[in-house]
T-cell receptor, first 113, second 117 residues
Framework: AQSVTQLDSQVPVFEEAPVELRCNYSSSVSVYLFWYVQYPNQGLQLLLK??????LVKGINGFEAEFNKSQTSFHLRKPSVHISDTAEYFCAVSEGGNEKLTFGTGTRLTIIP | GAVVSQHPSWVICKSGTSVKIECRSL??????MFWYRQFPKQSLMLMATSNEGSKATYEQGVEKDKFLINHASLTLSTLTVTSAHPEDSSFYICSATLAVAGNYGYTFGSGTRLTVV
């Protein structure tokens, strides 16, 4: 069975500083990896995804993530955060096809002015 | 892009009544839809997987007689919370898979905040 671990439940960061949100996964087969952002009382918006190919994936709003198969990680990074990045971030994994997404517990990113 | 429309966005109902939540894929055919539940400050927990024209597959611990899922067409899936109680108050989100020309992903509805009083 697949699982996702987001070790940091909360990450406070000063505005314009860089940030890294960590995600590790486990699965017995090849996986697809996703990062989503959720603003209060809203659904999930896709930031980026890794399906295959280049391990460095660029997404929306200046975010990027790197797939590391040997470390089973898919950490999310942004070089300079803004107040508007304050939200909950979820890492998720699926085993492809019409398989379900399994989510991590989420990381609340708080930007400090 | 692919859009999933979820309604209502919020609903308040009395204990013992039933509530129906709809999810429609607006510009694509969703053969598979997923229903999630999210408690405050927690992650999304999969409730069931819904395939068009067949019975939904429920995750362990989810009461299928309480959470009725219907996926009668390729563009519509519904979740009915029957005989709702305050402990059913939660944020419910649907999601559809989309695989087009080698691209693959999940599109989420905007969620429904259910409050049972």
């Amino acid at each position: 069975a697949q699982s996702v671990t987001q070790l940091d439940s909360q990450v406070p960061v000063f505005e314009e500083a860089p940030v890294e949100l960590r995600c590790n996964y486990s699965s017995s087969v090849s996986v697809y990896l996703f990062w989503y952002v959720q603003y209060p009382n809203q659904g999930l918006q896709l930031l980026l995804k890794y399906l295959s190919g280049s391990t460095l994936v660029k997404g929306i709003n200046g975010f990027e993530a790197e797939f590391n198969k040997s470390q089973t990680s898919f950490h999310l990074r942004k070089p300079s955060v803004h107040i508007s990045d304050t939200a909950e971030y979820f890492c998720a994994v699926s085993e492809g096809g019409n398989e379900k997404l399994t989510f991590g517990t989420g990381t609340r990113l708080t930007i400090i002015p | 892009g692919a859009v999933v429309s979820q309604h209502p966005s919020w609903v308040i109902c009395k204990s013992g009544t039933s509530v129906k939540i709809e999810c429609r894929s607006l510009d694509f055919q969703a053969t598979t839809m997923f229903w999630y539940r999210q408690f405050p400050k927690q992650s999304l927990m999969l409730m069931a997987t819904s395939n068009e024209g067949s019975k939904a597959t429920y995750e362990q611990g989810v009461e299928k007689d309480k959470f009725l899922i219907n996926h009668a067409s390729l563009t519509l899936s519904t979740l009915t919370v029957t005989s709702a109680h305050p402990e059913d108050s939660s944020f419910y989100i649907c999601s559809a898979t989309l695989a087009v020309a080698g691209n693959y992903g999940y599109t989420f509805g905007s969620g429904t905040r259910l409050t049972v009083v």
